[in-house]
């Protein structure tokens, strides 16, 4: 069945562009204008949002859960574990903590700094730069003994985690959490994850 993705770059498509890239999937691209949605597009998106991916007859959106469904095309299991293993009780559990752990505090955060200086609400950053730090901290312990979030194998959470994890490198706010860098880094240079940033 054909693939399809709708995105914008610089955006959380750019996650399910690299999952694609890394499970080698053909697909099309279709760039979005952000300013300006395609006709019919709320048929796809309610919220008329990126990403959409289409798969044959039915469209999903939601980045996560996007990339939770594509993983699951793998025969041989490399990208998700197994449905009902320990390790994939361990992947969904490190793929919500992104989405609803991590994720909330980075938007929070980048929603006042993005503000000129003398309009931030210096509360809501020093609160949310907070809230990221206390989150990242079980992360970081993972990390000291592993590559990845489920020991060796690079999975659909990684690449959920790498894309936080790369925006929070680059608000400055992962200074503090030498094995989430560090991890991020590795991500970020996995030749899929380049290829997936390409406008
Ligand atoms: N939780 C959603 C968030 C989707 C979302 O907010 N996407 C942003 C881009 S990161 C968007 O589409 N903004 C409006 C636009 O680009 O037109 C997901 O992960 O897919």
């Known amino acids: 069945m054909a693939l399809k993705l709708y995105y914008v770059p ?6 399910a562009r690299w999952l694609l890239e890394e499970m080698g999937l053909p697909h099309e691209l279709v760039r979005l204008d952000p300013k300006s ?3 019919g597009y709320d048929k796809l998106h309610p919220l008329q949002h990126v990403p959409v991916l289409v798969d044959g007859d039915m ?3 939601e980045s996560a859960a996007i990339c939770l469904h594509l993983a699951d095309k793998d025969p041989e299991h490399r990208f998700a574990p197994a449905p009902g293993s320990i390790e994939r009780a361990h992947y969904y559990q490190w793929l ?3 989405v609803t752990e991590i ?3 980075l938007v929070a955060y980048a929603a006042e700094a993005r503000r000129p200086e003398a309009e ?3 509360l809501a950053v020093d609160a949310a730069r907070g809230k990221l730090e206390k989150a990242l901290r079980p992360l970081e312990e993972l990390l000291a003994s592993r590559p990845f979030v489920l020991g060796d194998r690079f999975t659909a959470a990684d690449v959920v985690l790498g894309s936080l994890l790369d925006w929070a490198r680059s608000l400055k706010l992962a ?3 030498p094995n989430a860098l560090a991890y991020a880094t590795r991500l970020h240079a996995r030749p899929a994850a380049a290829r997936a940033r390409a406008d």
């Open 175 to 177: 200074d503090g959490f």
């Open 96 to 98: 919500f903590y992104a």
């Open 103 to 105: 994720e909330p505090h």
């Open 37 to 39: 949605k395609p006709d």
């Open 120 to 122: 931030r609400l210096h």
């Open 10 to 15: 610089r955006t959380r498509s750019a996650r």
């Open 59 to 61: 469209a999903i959106f």
